[in-house]
């Protein structure tokens, strides 16, 4: 099966016959008509934003771009005995289908294109895990962060959310366009890959009205008011090679040194975690702010007034308790250092709830960094050690991923990996 390429297979009529083949051909045709207004003369709507985000560069999309509303994280299993032939087959497979989906048009297998046809800003973005490296015998230069994170003492991880040898991330800014893509690429890739699991999640849409407005998650409470600047000049803190110039001054300018293959990549760390808001609606609205140390309303700290002030950590009150309780998640998550920060891109999660439970929510946390066990391990160290969000929250499942550099013209995603 591994020697079998589709595609070809496609043109010459053995997935379907002259009438079928000549069916699909005429869907792409009209599909296209379609997106480029032929026989119509309503004029296109002004996007507020690209409709159509870039799939060829140095970088993939869905890492420093706005988060899409809609996302979905696929984990899959390269099949037992796969070999760098597999892993260089699965990426020329979706290197065509991913980009074919991100310019609003089906992959040549799809019979239904036409749920591909409304741009969305859809973004997919491929990341390995250590099992990728294992199976195209690279283990030689696997980066030292691609590895399980530490035990945390918080961690209840469900064996039914593994580890995976790859991720998909799929974002749109529509629940079809993410549904559409997640199906055409697990099917796609088979049998170089199979699905482990799905887990999909939404946060509030960025609108004119309030378009820096961080994510909201589920609690009430903004989440992320502190991130690493995108606009180039915190790239050492994401990016694997990152351009030293564009960095700040001493020691931290340097960067990360890019692993083999991985210049213009990034560090992707996912977990699943449970937040009970049972128990969390028998707080009252003080006893909530006190947890997490910020105003639910505005997301400013409790010695602050706007969500961008500092929290005043040496602050007490009229009996001289810490405004700021030395515990609370503000407090833990601060960073202790310069390059403890990471960009957060979490999605919320609600899922149906088992017989005899009224919900089965949570947050699906993802971030990403140039260097997982520097910048991510010491903040979620603090958070396990004592956090009393940690009384809400329960996390299930963990992995940590390398996302792949984009591809340029006329490669595949992985080349310089795999190559």
Known sequence: MEG????AVLRTGLLAGGAGAAAVAATHLAVEANRAGVGSRAA????VRPAVLPFRGSRQSGVVDAPQPFAAFVGLDLPEGATRLTCRRLMRVWTDDIERLMAARGPLTDLEPELAAVPSRLSVTVAVGPGFYAAAGLDAVRP???APLPAFAVDRLNRDWPQTDVLLQIRADSPVSVAHAA????VGAEPLAVQRWVQRGFREPLTDARPGMPFRNLFGQVDGTVQPATDGSDDRLVWLGADPATGGDG??????PAPKGLAGGTSLVIRRIAMNLDTWDQIDRAGREHAVGRRLGSGAPLTGRVEADLPDLAATDDLGFPVIDPVSH???AMATEPHERILRAPYSYDDPPAPGQRSNCGLVFVSFQADPVRQFVPIQQRLAEADLLNIWTTPLSSGV????PGAQAGEDLGAALLD
Do not use: M, Q
């Open 4 to 7: 079998l390429d589709r595609r």
């Open 144 to 146: 030292s962060w691609l």
């Open 401 to 404: 991923y390398a996302v792949l």
């Open 183 to 186: 199906r055409r690429l697990v």
């Open 44 to 47: 296109a709507p002004t996007a």
């Open 330 to 332: 503000v407090r833990r």
């Open 251 to 256: 020691a931290e300018a340097a960067g990360t």
